[in-house]
């Protein structure tokens, strides 16, 4: 019972002098899937992995995925209940040991293979409950599992194989085991001890030592770990801490560790043994000193110090991981960047959870803390002395000359307090009105004090006389010297030669001279930065005003004014309150984090929560610096303070990564960034794997060396929407506001659709040349047909008019022999003259018989406006499809078409014979109607009719 009293005062004295940063929490509520965490793991590729009753956890620092067993899916888990978990390579692969096998973990395809059991037989095991597995020097892997004692698995190999020479007498079972430097293997039983094996170069056990064999069962084995100087170390449920001493042979136990239950350890970079307990949390073990600690961590979202930690890991960054049984995962930040917090995320809490609205050191070195609605906590050495008027809402407060503390509250006006009794003495013209809401209050070098009020301007109170001045806005008289620019004031600062006010409003900043009682020109007007609001004004030893806007950070020479914002890089544009270190350099408060700003190098460091401060949010004009230099910044969840000489930036040793893709919903690899045409809009993945700084972060990215965009800050996805076709090349980096981390270069390609590929142009290319080739052949034909059919027309029309020439020489003999009456004569006359010489044409073919034929039908009824394509198949002795086709063939147009054709050329020729008018052309060429005939013929030759008889009359 005493040793659990001092324990808990040493955690209590340890807590209260602890200046790290607070823990985070992850639990089943929001990123992890179940709450029993059982192990931890960082692979090669800097990931970490939590081992739960239900699957895996992988956390990048931005976001967390998770991956379980499905029945129907061979690639993943063989079991949820993950027991262990241990690298096998640099590339990201681990195994996983679940209470029914081992899986191996494929980082490139992000997804299991189940490895193969063979027993030292060689029969083939379907399962096993494996509890621990240990990497080795030789890259070999051992692993353990109930009931089948040692497996090994050689580089390369997917099979585990039960090591025979290893044994156990009785059902001992290995539950933990470690290598230390000499490449021994120790190993925890049920029911031997502590078991050392020697092994050779070949990994064959050649002799094996045993320890506490008789009293490990009394103690209670846990855990077993090998530290930095090469001493190991075992756990026990009843007794603490045991280590190796090799001077003995033997070990001895830690007294320092009492009979502490020990559920799990860890060894640190610096050379010191975390402890994980079942039930009170996590303590140090220190090698230089021998004392065995409380850790002090604190989170308050759960209370560290009752944890059942089962399984301990610093990361590569010294952030330390605490898988909290039934609990979720706790995440302790490296400490060592130097601020320090009162308030909610301190391990001790004295100024309760109101949002802090000022701050100030008196006189005797008290720290005074002001809070929204819960009045004034007096603190000093981080201790808590006093708590008072705690119905007020503090804006800000001042210690006069005479060592009475004055304070300005939003609701009850301004007054002072009365340290020894606690009361509030509050002035009487700050009872009513506007001057209820009282923002700040300072006193000058004559002892006055000055009083901000918001919505009641400025107000002069003289403490001796009690007599009070009103400096008011005067809508009708803004010229005036002695009224302010208007009545929303809010802090006030007096200039360090005490001869001028600097007043704080919610458009600007006016300066009031003192001696001469009238508000002075700043950059030629009374209003310095009119339109936008003032937080906060400090004079630097050179007599620059630099003030807090709400439009970044202002600096004042007396002649120029220079703002710098975030595109300068501070962390937000509404800046909140500053504090001037003795070298120049300006610490400013935001409302998204705390930042430092070297007017020399022009160099802006950002921190943020993450970094171990009481938030990103900060109050107007709630700041200030103490006697020794230290720097005090409040705000939602209480103070940030600091040395600013113990403020260590750490290095940007990381670089960006992608993480994986996101598809159409879907979550991809990153190897390849190559993309369909209408799979161009996608999410990429980002991350450095950097834990503790990861809200801190911002990444920038920028295409084909072109300008540097910046994600939200904390954000790690970039987003590309509806990326035309092509290659991008893409650079991206990380800065946490302090440094930049090394660039990121990848390719993101975007496939064209296949219509607009080369080669599919290359096939255009070569059907526009054959639609070409094709055109002229058939353009070719067409007038090969066109020719043909005018040379049978020709031969046709010339048969016919040898035939009407011999006709007439008949009538004209036949007139003669009529007339003479000489028929003998004349009959021989004719009988005996000769036939007209005609050529004999060659044999025709049958097209061109074919053809004859048809177009002697057509002559014969070209009167006729019936004739049809039946008829001239019926006359030509063909069917009509045959006959259609032979024409097509023949002279590239239809049968309809021929015929038109044919009736046109004679109407023309008619018409330019001029012996016939236009209706006898008409009907002498088969048309029945007039408004018919006309179209055509003007269709067929540009004119009408008439036009064109009258035109080839005149030629």
Not at 14 to 41: I, K, P, T, W
Not at 188 to 212: A, H, P, S
Not at 382 to 387: A, K, L, S
């Amino acid at each position: 019972m005493k040793l659990r009293i001092v324990h808990l005062i040493v955690s209590i004295l340890c807590m209260l002098g602890v200046e790290a940063q607070m823990a985070r929490f992850f639990s089943a509520d929001g990123e992890l899937y179940n709450s029993h965490a059982s192990c931890l793991m960082q692979d090669g590729r800097g990931f970490l992995w939590v081992g739960t009753h239900y699957g895996l956890v992988r956390y990048d620092g931005h976001r967390f995925r998770h991956f379980i067993h499905c029945d129907n899916d061979s690639l993943t888990l063989c079991s949820n209940k993950v027991l262990c978990m241990t690298p096998r390579s640099n590339d990201g692969s681990f195994l996983v040991g679940t209470d029914i096998g081992v899986d191996c973990y494929n980082p490139q395809t992000q997804d299991f293979s189940h490895l193969k059991l063979t027993e030292s037989g060689g029969q083939h095991i379907y399962g096993g409950h494996f509890c621990c597995m240990l990497p080795l020097h030789s890259g070999e892997i051992l692993a353990a599992a109930t009931g089948w004692g040692i497996f090994r698995l050689k580089p390369g190999e997917e099979e585990l194989l039960q090591d025979s020479s290893i044994k156990f007498n009785g059902f001992s079972e290995v539950i933990h085991m470690t290598e230390d430097a000499d490449g021994n293997v120790w190993m925890l039983t049920t029911q031997m001890g502590i078991c050392r094996l020697n092994l050779d170069k070949r990994g064959n056990v050649t002799d094996m030592r045993k320890y506490m064999e008789e009293t490990s069962p009394l103690l209670g084995l846990t855990s077993i770990c090998t530290l930095p100087d090469g001493t190991v170390a075992v756990g026990t449920t009843y007794d603490g801490v045991y280590l190796y001493d090799t001077r003995t042979d033997s070990f001895r136990h830690l007294q320092a560790s009492g009979r502490m239950n020990v559920a799990s350890l860890c060894t640190t970079g610096d050379g010191c043994l975390l402890i994980g307990t079942e039930g009170h949390g996590m303590s140090i073990y220190r090698p230089d000193d021998g004392t065995v600690t409380p850790c002090g961590y604190y989170c308050h979202e759960i209370d560290v110090t009752t944890q059942k930690v089962y399984d301990i890991k610093e990361d590569r960054e010294g952030n330390v991981w605490m898988a909290c049984f039934q609990k979720g995962l706790l995440m302790q930040p490296a400490c060592g960047n130097g601020f320090s917090v009162i308030g909610q995320k301190s391990s001790n809490n004295i100024i309760g959870t109101h949002c802090v609205m000022s701050v100030m050191q008196g006189r005797d070195g008290t720290l005074w803390v002001g809070a929204d609605n819960d009045g004034l906590y007096q603190i000093e050495q981080n201790q808590p002395i006093r708590h008072l008027v705690p119905f007020a809402t503090v804006m800000g407060m001042t210690e006069t000359a005479d060592e009475r503390l004055w304070i300005a509250t939003y609701m009850n006006g301004c007054g002072w307090v009365d340290r020894n009794t606690g009361a509030y003495h509050q002035l009487d013209f700050t009872r009513s009105g506007d001057a209820l809401h009282a923002m700040n209050v300072v006193e000058d070098g004559k002892g006055r004090l000055w009083i901000a009020t918001n919505g009641d301007g400025l107000l002069c109170y003289e403490p001796r006389t009690e007599e009070t001045v009103s400096y008011r806005a005067d809508p009708g008289h803004m010229e005036r010297t002695n009224v302010v620019a208007n009545n929303w004031l809010g802090t006030l600062t007096v200039s360090k030669d005490r001869r001028r006010l600097y007043v704080c409003m919610s458009a600007g900043m006016i300066s009031l001279n003192l001696q001469a009682d009238t508000f002075e020109l700043m950059n030629g007007n009374k209003v310095l930065l009119g339109g936008v609001a003032v937080r906060a004004v400090r004079e630097d030893d050179r007599g620059r005003l630099w003030i807090a806007t709400s439009k970044g950070l202002s600096c004042f020479d007396g002649k120029e004014l220079t703002t710098l914002t975030m595109s300068d890089g501070l962390p937000a544009e509404d800046v909140t309150s500053l504090e001037l270190e003795d070298d120049g350099t300006v610490w400013v408060g935001t409302v998204h984090g705390l930042a430092h700003y070297n007017p020399v190098t022009n160099q802006v460091n950002c921190y943020f929560a993450a970094s171990g401060l009481q938030g990103n949010e900060y109050s107007n004009g709630a700041s200030c610096r103490d006697s020794g230099g230290r720097l005090y910044f409040a705000g939602n969840n209480g103070i940030t303070y600091f040395l600013p000489a113990n403020i260590k930036s750490q290095p940007m040793n990381f670089r960006p990564q992608i993480i994986s893709i996101t598809l159409n919903g879907r979550e991809m690899t990153a190897d390849n960034l190559s993309f369909a045409h209408n799979d161009n809009t996608f999410t990429i993945a980002l991350s450095t794997m950097n834990f503790a700084r990861a809200e801190a972060l911002q990444y920038a990215y920028r295409t084909d060396n072109g300008t540097w965009t910046m994600l939200p800050q904390g954000s790690a996805d970039l987003t590309l929407s509806h990326l035309a076709p092509g290659k991008y090349n893409f650079e991206v980096k990380a800065t946490d506001g302090q440094a930049e981390s090394e660039i990121l270069q990848f390719q993101v390609v975007v496939r064209p659709p296949l219509y607009a590929t080369w080669w599919a142009y290359t096939l255009y290319a070569l059907l526009a040349v054959l639609v070409l080739v094709l055109y002229l052949r058939n353009r070719q034909r067409k007038e090969q047909a066109r020719l043909r059919l005018q040379e049978f027309i020709h031969r046709h029309e010339s048969d016919e008019q040898r035939l009407s020439d011999l006709q007439a020489t008949v009538d004209a003999y036949t007139t003669q022999l009529r007339q003479n009456r000489q028929r003998d004569n004349i009959v021989s006359t004719i009988a005996n003259e000769p036939a007209p010489a005609t050529e004999e044409p060659a044999d025709p073919s049958p097209d061109d018989r074919l053809l004859e034929r048809v177009l002697h039908v057509v002559s014969n009824h070209i009167t006729d406006p019936d004739l049809s394509v039946e008829l001239i198949a019926q006359e030509v002795g063909i069917s009509r499809s045959h006959l259609h086709r032979k024409m097509k063939e023949l002279t590239s147009q239809t049968t309809v078409d021929l015929i038109r054709s044919i009736r046109l050329q004679r109407a023309a020729r008619l018409l330019s014979e001029g012996k016939m008018s236009v209706s006898d052309v008409m009907y002498a060429c088969g048309f029945s109607f007039a408004s018919s005939f006309t179209t055509t013929f003007k269709k067929f030759y540009g004119v009408s009719p008439t036009e064109y008889m009258r035109t080839m009359n005149k030629s």
